[in-house]
């Protein structure tokens, strides 16, 4: 079994920062592409950020310049740094790892962002 817990969500102000953490365990042998995802109400969910086994990272155009993906492998954690953040990146935020050859996906984690 493997499993996808995400963390750090929560309500932030307009133009404050949060990191997620995405952990992953089980019986893992290798854990390929790490990325976040997220949901807002009422639409379809999108990819946010993708970062390789390798580091390589691709992020969404309406996130460039405002999110970092990175990972420690030593821990099979990737984590999402969000800067800057607007009302409209309210969303439930996923993280989706191809893990052993098979794609999971975490349980999301709430991301708010209001005064």
């Known amino acids: 079994q493997v499993q996808l817990v995400e963390s750090g969500g929560g309500l932030v102000q307009p133009g404050g920062s949060l990191?997620?953490?995405?952990?992953?365990?089980?019986s893992i042998f290798r854990v390929n592409a790490m990325g976040w995802y997220r949901q807002a109400p009422g639409k379809q969910r999108e990819l946010v950020a993708i970062i390789t086994s390798d580091g390589i990272t691709t992020y969404a155009d309406p996130v460039k310049g405002q999110v970092t993906i990175s990972r420690d492998n030593t821990k099979n954690t990737v984590y999402l740094q969000m800067n800057?953040?607007?009302?409209?990146?309210?969303a439930v935020y996923y993280c989706k790892s191809n893990i052993n050859g098979r794609y999971y996906w975490g349980q999301g984690t709430q991301v708010t962002v209001s005064s």
Do not use: I
């Not at 990191?19 to 089980?26: I, K, T, V």
């Not at 800057?84 to 309210?90: A, G, I, R």
């Open 84 to 90: 800057s953040l607007k009302p409209e990146d309210t």
């Open 19 to 26: 990191r997620l953490s995405c952990a992953a365990s089980g």
